[in-house]
């Protein structure tokens, strides 16, 4: 596990869009993982600012996104399908038909699930980029967790509900379930970044580069994976 430690937000979304490119350049048909959260915002605007600059394509790239809440309208300026196409999809040069996310609306959610793993075993992600939850949660996967879960449907936690209500009006509006790829589909990535930034990290991260492998802190399998790199400002690395 590689550790990046970056003096703020910029330059730790700098970090991490140079390992993306590098992927891109390397395949121009390579498949990305995605996340959502405002920690790779800034990773998303220096993808298409390269792209602006002609380096890079993504007419031949294909995505797969970790998670999304439940039942929310795709209008929904919460939903992660909106989050996905306004920082990234509608600002590229990529084929919305290569774009894929757990579709939190389907009647079936169980069958959606199975579907979302077929699919993402299938592509196998070139890269995939990650956010940490302040608890050590990746994608929707909450503490507990177990490492071989698949794609599943999540309650989520009384910790997630509240650190994600300041993007809705009122906590009340916070999905209390989402679907999210599992351990294993993350695991199965050829190469990971992550991304954190911020005070409220530095306990997540202090557990997932120096803590137990633990279900309890879901980011800490990491330390298994042969390819990973945790980018992060100073404030997230305080307790490194
Ligand atoms: C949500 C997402 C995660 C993300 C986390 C952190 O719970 N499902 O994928 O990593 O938030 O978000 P942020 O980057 O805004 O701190």
């Known amino acids: 596990m590689k550790v990046i430690i970056t003096k703020n937000y910029e330059e730790m979304s700098e970090k991490?869009?140079?390992?993306?490119?590098?992927?891109?350049?390397?395949?121009?048909?390579?498949?990305l993982g995605l996340a959502t959260g405002s920690s790779p915002i800034g990773l998303y605007d220096d993808l298409v600012k390269a792209y602006e600059r002609g380096e890079i394509s993504f007419k031949n790239i294909r995505t797969v996104n970790l998670d999304e809440y439940v039942g929310l309208d795709y209008s929904s300026d919460q939903s992660y399908v909106y989050f996905m196409r306004k920082n990234l999809f509608e600002r590229v040069d990529i084929d919305l038909a290569n774009t894929n996310l757990p579709d939190g609306k389907a009647k079936d959610l169980e069958a959606e699930c199975a579907r979302y793993t077929k699919l993402v075993e299938g592509m196998q992600q070139d890269v995939q980029v990650l956010g940490l939850g302040s608890n050590g949660h990746i994608a929707f996967n909450e503490p507990g967790t177990p490492f071989d879960s698949t794609t599943h449907v999540v309650k989520l936690t009384e910790s997630t509900i509240k650190d994600n209500s300041r993007l809705f009006k009122n906590i009340d509006e916070v999905p209390r379930s989402a679907l999210t790829m599992g351990i294993a589909n993350i695991m199965n990535a050829k190469k990971i970044v992550v991304v954190a930034n911020g005070a409220n990290k530095a306990?997540?991260?202090?557990?997932?580069?120096?803590?137990?492998?633990?279900?309890?802190?879901?980011?800490?399998?990491?330390?298994?994976?042969?390819?990973?790199?945790?980018?992060?400002?100073?404030?997230?690395?305080?307790?490194?």
Request: with cysteine; aromatic share 4%; charged share 25%.
């Open 16 to 31: 991490a869009y140079e390992i993306v490119r590098d992927v891109i350049k390397a395949n121009p048909n390579a498949v």
């Open 203 to 240: 306990d997540a991260i202090y557990k997932t580069v120096k803590g137990e492998i633990t279900e309890a802190v879901p980011a800490s399998i990491l330390q298994k994976h042969p390819d990973v790199t945790i980018v992060c400002d100073e404030l997230a690395a305080a307790k490194l």
